[in-house]
């Protein structure tokens, strides 16, 4: 696909006192592609099931683990309330939700489990610095969280897209009612989760909104 440039769907890049970002909080597509994002192996069965889950409207954020084998691991979704798209901002966000649905990877070596990104939002399917800004969030949200980092998909009136890979369909789009989840409705194993004072607590992998 070639991508091309429309203005942020928000605003563009701001900080406190009003100016363009310093800091370069977010990645062009070109950088996000030469990042080397594990392609996955469809998209479309990953797109689906976390709509019928998490029903998505404009300005949602979903962020999804998947395990070795692309299956599921947790899922969380929030509405970002925030005008200025920043990926420090974002990162944050991400970070706090998936400490919430699921234990960091931070001991291992190499990272075994990837998050995805789903942000449904309005305009069309070309990149935006919004976009960037949410890649440069979810970069670094699974740098901190031990994870690898994967695809990141936009979800607007048109349909889906996994930027970076020139892949996407018409269904579902943001405007799309969820499909049932059938099967995929079934609760995950329960976890164990240690606390900083030692004692196990169950945690169930489910998806959280």
């Known amino acids: 696909m070639t991508f091309g440039f429309a203005p942020p769907s928000t605003t563009s890049l701001t900080t406190a006192t009003g100016g363009a970002s310093r800091h370069g909080r977010l990645l062009e597509p070109a950088e996000w592609t030469a990042a080397g994002i594990p392609l996955l192996r469809d998209p479309r069965e990953v797109v689906n099931g ?53 234990p960091h990877d931070l001991r291992r070596r190499t990272p075994v489990r990837t998050a995805v990104l789903l942000y449904c939002r309005e305009g069309d399917e070309r990149w935006t610095e919004e976009d960037g800004a949410w890649m440069w969030g979810l970069r670094d949200a699974c740098t901190l969280h031990g994870l690898r980092c994967g695809a ?21 789009g943001s405007d799309s009612r969820p499909e049932r989840l059938g099967s995929v409705q079934a609760e995950f194993a329960p976890m164990t989760l240690s606390t900083a004072g030692g004692a196990a607590e169950p945690l169930r992998r489910t998806a959280a909104r």
């Not at 798209?85 to 990162?91: F, K, M, S, T, V």
């Not at 990141?152 to 890979?165: A, F």
């Open 152 to 172: 990141y998909i936009t979800l607007t009136r048109g349909g889906w897209q996994v930027l970076g890979e020139g892949r996407g369909g018409r269904s579902p």
């Open 50 to 102: 976390l709509h019928a889950r998490h029903s998505p409207t404009p300005s949602t954020a979903v962020i999804a683990v998947l395990g070795p084998e692309e299956q599921l691991v947790a899922s969380a979704s929030f509405v970002h309330g925030s005008n200025a798209a920043d990926g420090w901002e974002y990162r944050n966000a991400l970070l706090s939700r998936l400490r919430r649905v699921i």
